[in-house]
């Protein structure tokens, strides 16, 4: 008999998820609890220890969505997105900063795979296999903003301003990302540039391949973030940087192409981490409660303190089950999938912050104590009202999906 939290898994999914979770419990929240003045070391380079992604790497939850034949973890492509989901929930509830580290290395693996021409994946998925310290970034943020991207309104101004130009067989690239996950310490970079100015965001956006090193590559800073802080999120500098042809990946048609390879499953694992965090911030409440006193009894006799914790219990409940309709429905590509993709990252977003506020009031003056670790569970939440989209535009994604005639067609002539 399974619990709704099991409702479907495979053997496999749930062999995977007990090892991701005993990892947690066994290291990762212990490592959080004991170390917790890490996160705000200033040198971005030694908060994490190497270690832990090392042990992350033996149990094979580093290498998810690189090709088994490349040593990567195999998964069953007609769950993989569930499975992505199990994994980054568990993770996160140890830490959100070290599950937003690991899962680019599965989003932009499960890219690669999908759109990389052979040759490149012989040669980077063995390496990205090969070094617990290898990650992956994903460039798109520009300092202009990144919201007309996610809108998608499809005019020659929205375009990025980061240009790509074929200059016999090499593209040179000028321009700027920001706020870029693993930007600072990555190895290997997907970057999306314009490569037709002047014609329509979707028919002239392209991406590439840039390996770090690169000339007229580098990375000008480490952004010191609010939570999720054992990621590090950089910000880069194109100047002249000049790659192979074939590095392109996608000519052109970069926005549609990443689409059903990189951001649906990419929104399910926002909300996956994103709970993670909620159930993490239950377990801490729910045990402090049952055994934290005042009035004469323990704090979880009186009903103000039950409604909340019943409050925290329904949100994630939810959550979860918005997530794994949108899960099931991303992996089965069904024509409601993208929406019900932004419906969950959203969703998840607003109610888990919700969640750890009500952990943070539960906890009294030890919720705000920095040695206690639940405002750290607040900080981590708040980063992802605006990870992957903001809320007001996914809420303008999912109703210009549901209408797409209509809604979503406000910017540029009037039509
Ligand atoms: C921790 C973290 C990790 C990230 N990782 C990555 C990554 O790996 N790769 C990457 O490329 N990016 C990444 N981002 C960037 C993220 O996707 C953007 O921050 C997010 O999409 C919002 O874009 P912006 O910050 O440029 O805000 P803006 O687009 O400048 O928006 C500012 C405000 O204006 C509002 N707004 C904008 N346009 C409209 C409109 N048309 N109508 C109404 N309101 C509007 C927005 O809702 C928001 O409130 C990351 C960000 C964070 C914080």
Redesign the pocket.
């Known amino acids: 008999m399974y619990d709704i939290n099991d409702y479907g898994l495979t053997e496999e999914q749930r062999m995977m998820r007990d090892a991701a979770r005993a990892f947690v419990n066994d290291f990762v929240t212990p490592f959080i609890r004991q170390n917790w003045q890490r996160e705000w070391i200033m040198t971005p380079e030694d908060r994490l220890p190497r270690k832990i992604l090392e042990m992350a790497d033996q149990i094979g939850i580093r290498t998810l969505g690189v090709p088994e034949e490349f040593g990567g973890t195999p998964l069953d492509p007609k769950t993989q997105v569930r499975t992505f989901a199990i994994i980054a929930e568990e993770i996160a509830r140890g830490d959100s900063g070290l599950a937003d580290k690991l899962v ?1 290395v599965w989003k932009v693996s499960t890219l690669l795979k999908n759109i990389a021409p052979r040759h490149l994946q012989e040669y980077w998925f063995p390496k990205i296999v090969a070094d617990p310290g290898f990650f992956l ?5 520009e300092p202009r ?4 991207r ?2 998608g309104y499809d005019t020659p101004e929205t375009a990025f301003q980061t240009k790509a130009v074929l200059k016999g067989d090499e593209w040179v690239i000028n321009g700027r ?1 920001q ?3 693993n930007g600072y310490d990555a190895s290997l970079y997907v970057v999306y540039a314009n490569t037709r100015p002047g014609i329509k965001m979707r028919e002239g956006t392209s991406s590439f391949l840039v390996p770090r090193g690169t000339p007229g590559f580098s990375v000008a800073r480490c952004n010191e ?1 609010l939570g ?1 802080r054992f990621m590090n ?1 950089g910000e880069m500098v194109f100047e002249d940087c000049r790659v192979p042809r074939d590095h392109c990946l996608a000519e052109n048609d970069a926005l549609a192409r990443r689409s059903g390879h990189y951001s649906r499953p990419g929104r399910i694992i926002q909300a996956s981490k994103n709970l993670g965090i909620g159930i993490a911030a239950f377990e801490r409440t729910a045990d402090y409660v049952q055994n934290y006193v005042q009035g004469g009894r323990i704090l979880i006799k009186h009903q103000v303190v039950a409604s909340r914790l019943a409050d925290m219990a329904t949100k994630l409940s939810a959550v979860r089950a918005l997530l794994q309709a949108a899960s099931r429905a991303t992996d089965e590509d069904t024509p409601d999938a993208d929406h019900l993709c932004s419906m969950a990252k959203l969703f998840a977003s607003e109610e888990i912050l919700k969640v750890c506020q009500h952990a943070v009031e539960l906890h009294g003056g030890n919720g705000t104590m920095l040695d206690f670790g639940i405002e750290k569970l607040y900080r981590d939440a708040t ?1 992802f009202l ?5 809320v ?2 996914t809420r ?1 994604k999912i109703i210009k999906s549901m209408f797409p005639e209509t809604a979503g067609v406000y910017a540029g002539p009037e039509k």
């Open positions: 680019q970034a994903h460039c798109s943020t903003g990144a919201s007309d996610w809108l990302k706020f870029v996950s973030t999720g999120n980063m605006h990870m992957d989209g903001t007001d535009i303008f």
